[in-house]
């Protein structure tokens, strides 16, 4: 069996139209995904929750889906989970985890008017 370190994929809707930004490391784009979960409870009722999650793209991948993804696509994100940390306003360290993609597949068919 091949080593798998730190691998994660979903399959949600974009909820925001991609932000394309150039770092000094390189493109950069963000985005953030919906992912919902569905649960029946005892009675038979459904109940939906809906999950965040934060993507950075970069490089030509990065360009791809800014070009080519809006808010509301279906997407299939493969990447690795990273965590990071920064200091707000008010001095507290906040830590953040996001999704650092390795692959997008956008449905083109998902797509929202």
């Known amino acids: 069996m091949s080593k798998i370190n730190n691998r994660v994929q979903i399959i949600g809707n974009i909820g925001n139209n ?11 784009t963000k985005l953030a995904v919906a992912v919902n979960e569905y649960k029946r409870n005892r009675k038979g009722e459904t109940s939906k929750k809906t999950y965040w999650h934060n993507i950075i793209v970069w490089g030509k991948l990065a360009e791809l889906v800014h070009k080519h993804s809006k808010k509301g696509a279906q997407v299939l994100v493969d990447g690795k989970l990273v965590n990071r940390s920064y200091t707000d306003k008010a001095g ?7 999704i650092v993609a390795r692959e997008i597949i956008v449905n083109y068919t998902k797509q929202a008017a």
């Open 18 to 28: 991609p932000e394309l930004k150039v770092v000094s490391t390189g493109k950069l």
């Open 92 to 98: 507290k360290v906040k830590l953040i985890t996001e």
